[in-house]
């Protein structure tokens, strides 16, 4: 009898492993990380709405909304590949994935896919439900998915690489809150970096982030703080420096060989 796709080959069951990890957990993993941001809106939304108007014409919720969005999918697509390599490190289990005949760009497609499905997935929970608040303009769809998958595959490779780097939990939490947490909540998510003194403007445009963030943003209201064009350059080519990083480590078998 042939042996079934799903089985015979290695990255889709791979990848299928991956959805069911955090899909059987989903309480955890999508339900607490919409209300996270959901709280966010709430607060932000009832100190500042009526306050400020942004790009003269915006209410302040319509502008948060898309950035709790996109943080949301960020955060997540970085948490699901790190934290299952580190648990599959310190289990010890992740030594059967590296017995299964897959390709270094097999393994890191299928947990950054997942992580990508993750982040989408948390991204429209917390879009859905804060519909109920505001319901922003979507002035181009295109510029909504290009960035929120591309977003999602960057931070899924940042995790990988950071839990092939971390031994413990406790070294994949730093990374997270000295590097991802920061560069994400600096990004232009609850402000326009117009409102900025010029340092940190100038500061603002040295975090890839932030043009994730503002590219994403465009798709919703078509105007940004910078040209969108500009965000895809720097965003594909972060993607590119980040996948390569990640199929370096991967190849070597940096931490997970020896």
Do not use: C
């Not at 975090?207 to 064009?229: A, E, H, T």
């Amino acid at each position: 009898m042939p042996i079934p796709f799903e089985y015979g080959s290695g990255f889709p069951t791979l990848l299928r492993k991956e959805i069911k990890r955090f899909y059987k957990v989903a309480f955890q993993t999508v339900a607490a990380p919409v209300l996270t941001a959901v709280l966010y809106l709430m607060i932000f939304g009832h100190v500042l709405e009526g306050r400020l108007v942004v790009y003269d014409k915006l209410t302040y919720t319509a502008f948060l909304i898309p950035g709790l969005v996109m943080m949301s999918v960020l955060q997540n697509a970085f948490a699901n590949t790190s934290s299952s390599l580190i648990q599959s490190k310190i289990t010890g289990n992740l030594v059967f994935v590296l017995l299964a005949p897959l390709t270094h760009l097999e393994f890191y497609s299928a947990y950054v896919l997942a992580a990508v499905f993750r982040g989408v997935v948390v991204g429209l929970g917390v879009l859905i439900i804060t519909l109920l608040f505001d319901v922003p303009a979507m002035h181009n769809p295109f510029w909504i998915i290009l960035f929120a998958f591309m977003g999602a595959a960057i931070l899924g490779g940042l995790g990988l690489i950071a839990g092939i780097w971390a031994d413990k939990f406790d070294q994949l939490a730093a990374f997270q809150n000295f590097l991802i947490m920061p560069a994400t909540m600096l990004s232009g998510v609850f402000y326009s970096i117009h409102s900025l003194p010029e340092i940190w403007q100038f500061i603002s445009h040295l975090n890839p982030f932030f043009y994730m963030i503002d590219g994403f943003r465009y798709g919703f209201f078509g105007v940004s703080d910078v040209s969108p064009w500009l965000s895809l350059a720097i965003v594909s080519t972060f993607f590119l420096v980040v996948s390569g990083l990640a199929l370096r480590l991967l190849q070597s078998g940096y931490k997970l060989r020896h």
